[in-house]
């Protein structure tokens, strides 16, 4: 006996009509008709008693289909709860980023994600904007979440800008900037400052010499850093100074002080990049919680940004 002769027959005694059952199933009369002997002789009980126009069940008939009932039933339930844990097994989405910049969106973002989502899996990578591009561009990252001064390192890719923050500038408790609520670029323009590799990291340079243009040609970059890490322990020993995002105070904590720049009105552009053709539905999904986290989290009031 199979699931099927066992389906055949339920739908057989709930219409009392092989012909409606055979309907209802989508199989010919005559081939439904056979099915139900077949069950009959596999179990050696008469389960219907026939007639031209209708069928009546049997004593063992109405046994059996209370049994085969609950038998359905716990099939279906089987059925739902694996299809249902097929739809919240863990995925993985690859998320990479760039420290300073995605130090709040991100952290905000994932928080609203993993609500909607508990079981689904995140990885972060913590990379350089020219790792995060290549990770992005070879497939190993779902989404990018980083600085976005150059457009054009973007070809190819999705660029959505989410937002911008405020410039500041990093330095060590004791600097003379502690007694500036706003330092003045042209100040911070005369300081050694500290900046990341060029290499990995080309933005930096780029943002450096652009906020300083009107003051310097030539900035006095001192020391080139491969993280945040390395940045903020280069900044905490007295080494020199750091542009970047407002951001950088949640990272740095108390090691360092961080002021916003004047004038006030430059900001950095954060966005998140991604291959449209390639975006898995999770992916896309948490692509459009970022998108809805930006406006409370990111600044957008008529900013000079810095591309």
Not at 214 to 232: A, F, H, R
Not at 248 to 261: C, D, F, Q, S, W
Request: aromatic share 6%.
């Amino acid at each position: 006996m199979e699931l099927r002769h066992l389906r055949y027959f339920v739908s057989v005694a709930r219409q009392q009509n092989v012909t409606r059952a055979a309907s209802q199933l989508h199989v010919s009369q005559p081939a439904l008709s056979r099915q139900i002997r077949d069950l009959e002789a596999a179990i050696g009980a008469q389960l219907l008693e026939r007639s031209p126009n209708s069928v009546r069940l049997t004593s063992a008939g109405r046994l059996f289909l209370k049994e085969g009932d609950a038998i359905l039933g716990r099939v279906d339930d089987a059925v739902d709860k694996v299809r249902a844990h097929a739809r919240t097994e863990k995925t993985t989405i690859r998320i990479g980023y760039a420290a300073t910049p995605a130090a709040e969106i991100l952290k905000q973002s994932m928080q609203r994600f993993l609500k909607l989502h508990p079981k689904m899996k995140i990885e972060l990578f913590d990379l350089s904007s020219n790792g995060i591009i290549k990770g992005v561009r070879d497939n190993k990252l779902d989404l990018g979440v980083t600085v976005s001064i150059a457009p054009q390192s973007f070809d190819g890719l999705e660029l959505e800008e989410l937002g911008s923050y405020e410039i500041a500038v990093a330095f060590h408790k004791k600097h003379r900037f502690t007694k500036f609520d706003r330092v003045p670029l042209s100040k911070i323009a005369v300081e050694s400052l500290i900046t990341f590799t060029r290499s990995d990291h080309p933005e930096a340079w780029a943002a450096t010499c652009k906020i300083l243009s009107p003051y310097t040609t030539d900035p006095n970059i001192v020391m080139e850093c491969d993280g945040i890490s390395s940045l903020v322990a280069a900044v905490e020993a007295g080494k020199g100074v750091a542009l970047g995002f407002s951001t950088m105070a949640k990272i740095a904590g108390n090691r360092l002080t961080v002021r916003p720049v004047r004038p006030s009105s430059l900001r950095l552009p954060v966005g998140v990049i991604y291959k449209d053709q390639r975006l898995s539905d999770e992916a896309a999904e948490f692509l459009s919680v970022l998108r809805g986290v930006k406006i409370k989290t990111l600044k957008r009031s008529k900013p000079t940004l810095i591309v």
